[in-house]
């Protein structure tokens, strides 16, 4: 059976701070653009609410469900309360400050939570009268929908000329020597 601890929790902390890297770019792009006509913070407020296509969510809400699937999800499956985070975030200073009580609030959690987790009902508001188990939870839906949300966050920088690059969204690769 999988762990679910080891399925969400390291990957979306190792992801979380991958993405806070990525709007530090993100910044120095913006900072870069700026002119005495034009500062720094126009072109930030240009890339937190611009999208790869009409009907999409804008940067600034790709990365809060990003938080939000991040932390809501391990909570769900370890059965506590997920930390309430409005979504007031302006700048990228603000959500990279979200990513990192997001991840604070990942590294309470304990693999002990999540002990019988993959048979836990896990049921949300637009699911009514329906639930997934723990498992299918977090392998058809949560999973890939964190990854969604993150793509898109780093595919709409990406398009607007941030230098990054695959290195930068998939991190530090932990490789051994033969």
């Known amino acids: 059976m999988t762990d679910l601890y080891t399925t969400t929790v390291p990957p979306f902390i190792k992801a979380l701070d991958n993405l806070s890297k ?12 700026a002119t005495e006509r034009r500062p720094a913070a126009y072109f930030e407020r240009a890339l937190l609410n611009d999208c790869l296509i009409f009907d999409q969510f804008p940067l600034l809400m790709q990365v809060q469900r990003v938080s939000d699937n991040a932390k809501g999800g391990p909570a769900r499956l370890a059965g506590i309360e997920s930390p309430k985070m409005g979504d007031a975030e302006t700048t990228i200073a603000e959500l990279k400050d979200r990513l990192a009580k997001t991840a604070a609030f990942l590294k309470t959690l304990t693999p002990e939570q999540f002990v019988g987790s993959e048979e836990r009902k896990i049921e949300l508001p637009y ?3 329906k639930y997934l188990t723990g498992f299918e939870y977090a392998t058809v839906y949560l999973v890939p929908n964190f ?11 990406r398009k607007n000329g941030v230098d990054v690059g695959k290195d930068d969204y998939i991190g530090n690769v932990p490789l051994k020597e033969l």
Not at 22 to 33: E, F, P, R, T, Y
Not at 147 to 157: G, V
């Open 22 to 33: 990525i709007l530090d770019k993100a910044a120095a792009h913006a900072a870069g653009k």
């Open 147 to 157: 990854y969604f949300h993150y793509a898109t966050a780093y595919s709409i920088l």
């Open 127 to 129: 699911w009514k009268g």
